[in-house]
T-cell receptor, first 114, second 114 residues
Framework: GNSVTQMEGPVTLSEEAFLTINCTYT??????LFWYVQYPGEGLQLLLK?????DKGSNKGFEATYRKETTSFHLEKGSVQVSDSAVYFC?????????????FGSGTQLTVLP | DVKVTQSSRYLVKRTGEKVFLECVQD?????MFWYRQDPGLGLRLIYF???????EKGDIPEGYSVSREKKERFSLILESASTNQTSMYLC?????????????FGSGTQLSVL
């Protein structure tokens, strides 16, 4: 099936720490992969994406590399800030051509302490 | 600035009431979606629509219906609210083609059914 499994939270880090949030997906073809972020009191917004194997998506210091061999798309940031505190969702596109395109993981709550 | 607007931020209803959640987008998007967000479960798709008057069931449509009479507006209806429908409801929209992989979300409606 089409599913996304991501690291359970919550994750609490100190400012300037290194962040990794794991995400794996079930492979039906080569779907596009995404990370969405939800800041407190807001809806989700696209953080980054990758559309094919070995692509690296990046934005705001965050990176994720599309790894076909491990069916993974782990989110990383070298030095987190308090403003990065949010819920992070991994998602994959369903290659069906339907308007219903995305399957989301369960979300990982990140809290960054000053 | 593009926008998806949900009519209420917080809503409290009683069991058995009929509840309407409204969503409007100003991006002329073809696709609109209703998700519910619950802790540990992430986002689950309730219904989506790919055109005016068209709708398709998502993963958890039971107890819900939708209406799309105009392109910019997508309504979620709880015919007879129950306590297990207490949740955060998120509306989203997307364009056509590859653009449909990027969702734009509203800020959410936190519904409490007592």
């Amino acid at each position: 099936g089409n599913s996304v499994t991501q690291m359970e939270g919550p994750v609490t880090l100190s400012e300037e720490a290194f962040l990794t949030i794991n995400c794996t997906y079930t492979a039906t073809g080569y779907p596009s992969l995404f990370w969405y972020v939800q800041y407190p009191g807001e809806g989700l917004q696209l953080l980054l994406k990758a559309t094919k194997a070995d692509d690296k998506g990046s934005n705001k210091g965050f990176e994720a590399t599309y790894r076909k061999e491990t069916t993974s798309f782990h989110l990383e940031k070298g030095s987190v800030q308090v403003s990065d505190s949010a819920v992070y969702f991994c998602a994959r596109a369903i290659p069906s051509g339907s308007a219903r395109q995305l399957t989301f993981g369960s979300g990982t709550q990140l809290t960054v302490l000053p | 600035d593009v926008k998806v607007t949900q009519s209420s931020r917080y809503l409290v209803k009683r069991t058995g009431e009929k509840v309407f959640l409204e969503c409007v987008q100003d991006m002329d998007h073809e696709n609109m979606f209703w998700y519910r967000q619950d802790p540990g479960l992430g986002l689950r798709l309730i219904y989506f629509s790919y055109d005016v008057k068209m709708k398709e069931k998502g993963d958890i449509p039971e107890g819900y219906s939708v209406s799309r009479e105009k392109k910019e507006r997508f309504s979620l209806i709880l015919e007879s609210a129950s306590t297990n429908q207490t949740s955060m409801y998120l509306c989203a929209s997307s364009g056509q083609g590859t653009a449909n992989e990027k969702l734009f979300f509203g800020s959410g409606t936190q519904l409490s059914v007592l």
